[in-house]
């Protein structure tokens, strides 16, 4: 009789359970009587007239159009029909057609500017370059070989050294100077992986270089980037502190 009786308790305690949801204007679904005024036969019809390609997307960014043709949203939310974009590139025979060779030379070839930029780092701070063929710039000729590439400014113009063995073999013209993005030094040079022991020892160094009299400057960070062009040239962008540095070569002399 106990277990009959406690049973019927737990049947009356449980029922709130097992009971419908009160509508409180929300659904975790769909909300009943939705489909209702939706007739089945139109939905099939209009999956059959419907399968061309949508001139939209979800997000409202641009499309293309049942004729191929691009196109964007205006303000008032109509399209406009545009051709198909096609990236934007720069006039590289314009660019290297009117820069000018470098005017000037450095005494006994030797960058006097070089030993402030090395002073305080026990390698060397500019990019390095490996040419495993010729380049040219106008009437110079850049053999195979290694070169550490230096940006410097001289008449409020840049250029790039080219230099071999401590000595500048060529001064190369920049075409366009811009600020190094933000975070591209961490995204591009990849950090040394380091065992615990050598964690720990580094973190004891650094701790110990808080210290103003045994704490060095951190180097200059720098970077190389070759692209190959059209028309048989080349870009080389060097990547030195906060500025990037862009020149252009041919691999086929004009």
């Known amino acids: 009789m106990k277990k ?122 500019y990019p390095l370059l490996r040419l495993n063929s010729a380049i040219y710039f106008k009437n110079q000729t850049i053999e195979p070989g290694y070169y550490l590439l230096t940006p410097r400014e001289h008449n409020s113009k840049w250029y790039i050294l080219f230099k071999q063995n401590g000595q500048v073999r060529h001064i190369i013209p920049v075409y366009d100077r811009d600020y190094t993005p933000e975070f591209f030094y961490d995204q591009h040079i990849p950090k040394p992986k380091l065992k615990p022991t050598q964690k720990i020892h580094m973190k004891t160094l650094d701790i110990i270089g808080k210290v103003k009299s045994s704490k060095r400057k951190e180097p200059i960070k720098s970077y190389l980037e070759v692209n190959d062009l059209e028309n048989y040239f080349i870009s080389i962008i060097i990547y030195y502190g906060g500025h990037k540095y862009s020149t252009i070569f041919r691999t086929i002399r004009l």
Do not use: C, R
Not at 86 to 103: C, F, G, M, Q, R
């Open 4 to 125: 009959y009786l406690l049973v019927f308790a737990l049947l009356i305690f449980t029922q709130p359970l097992f009971a419908a949801p009160n509508n409180q204007g929300g659904y975790a679904g769909t909300p009943p009587g939705f489909y209702d005024d939706i007739d089945p036969n139109s939905i099939e019809d209009n999956e059959e007239e419907n399968t061309e390609q949508p001139n939209y997307t979800n997000n409202g960014a641009p499309a293309f159009n049942n004729n191929g043709e691009f196109q964007t949203y205006s303000d008032d939310g109509s399209f406009n029909n545009f051709p198909e974009p096609v990236k934007a590139t720069k006039n590289y025979s314009e660019i290297y057609k009117n820069l000018e060779p470098a005017d000037f030379s450095y005494l006994h070839n030797i960058d006097p500017d070089q030993y402030y930029d090395m002073k305080d780092t026990a390698w060397s701070v």
